[in-house]
């Protein structure tokens, strides 16, 4: 936890080595094809932008407000800009959503304060890919003070109509 001559800020990004994630992914993205994990992970699936590369990207996920909402600073959000029909795969099945990117630090503080204060601040580190490194939950200030320095972007996912 935080000391008076620790630098660090009151909260971070903590994201698991890069070296593992090429290893994982494929193992995920069967796992969920084949209906595990449905009620914490789903596929989300689209093309690039520019580069009409297929995307299958797993991601953790949770429900605010009767929304499926995903909380990232990866690069491919950067394709969900404008707003894209895509396609989840959740619990096996297929079903195509509308995806809106939400990357205004204020907006992303609200999520982050909100999931922590339903889940607890002890817990949210390692739920919410973050390290709190003060011994409280962080205040809004200090999560847009992260959104801002991290990137870091909601993705709000609702079903297409």
């Known amino acids: 936890m935080k000391t008076p001559t620790d630098t660090?800020?009151?909260?971070?990004?903590?994201?698991?080595?890069?070296?593992l994630m090429p290893l994982i992914n494929p193992v995920?993205?069967?796992?969920?094809?084949k209906g595990r994990f449905?009620?914490?992970?789903l596929l989300l699936e689209f093309d690039g932008r520019r580069s009409g590369r297929r995307f299958r990207i797993p991601v953790?996920?949770?429900y605010l407000d009767g929304r499926r909402v995903v909380l990232?600073?990866?690069g491919w959000r950067h394709n969900l800009e404008h707003g894209a029909d895509i396609s989840v795969v959740q619990g096996g099945t297929r079903m195509p959503v509308h995806a809106e990117l939400d990357a205004d630090p204020g907006a992303v503080a609200a999520v982050y304060d909100r999931i922590i204060?339903?889940?607890g601040w002890q817990r949210a580190g390692r739920q919410l890919g973050i390290r709190i490194n003060v011994d409280r939950r962080p205040t809004r200030t200090e999560l847009e003070d992260?959104?801002?320095r991290s990137g870091l972007s909601?993705?709000?996912l609702d079903d297409a109509s």
């Open 154 to 156: 909601v993705v709000w």
């Open 72 to 74: 990232t600073n990866s």
């Open 146 to 148: 992260l959104a801002r």
């Open 28 to 33: 995920m993205r069967w796992l969920i094809d």
């Open 117 to 119: 204060g339903d889940i």
């Open 60 to 62: 953790g996920y949770r």
């Open 38 to 41: 449905a009620g914490r992970l």
């Open 8 to 19: 660090r800020p009151a909260v971070e990004r903590a994201h698991p080595p890069k070296w």
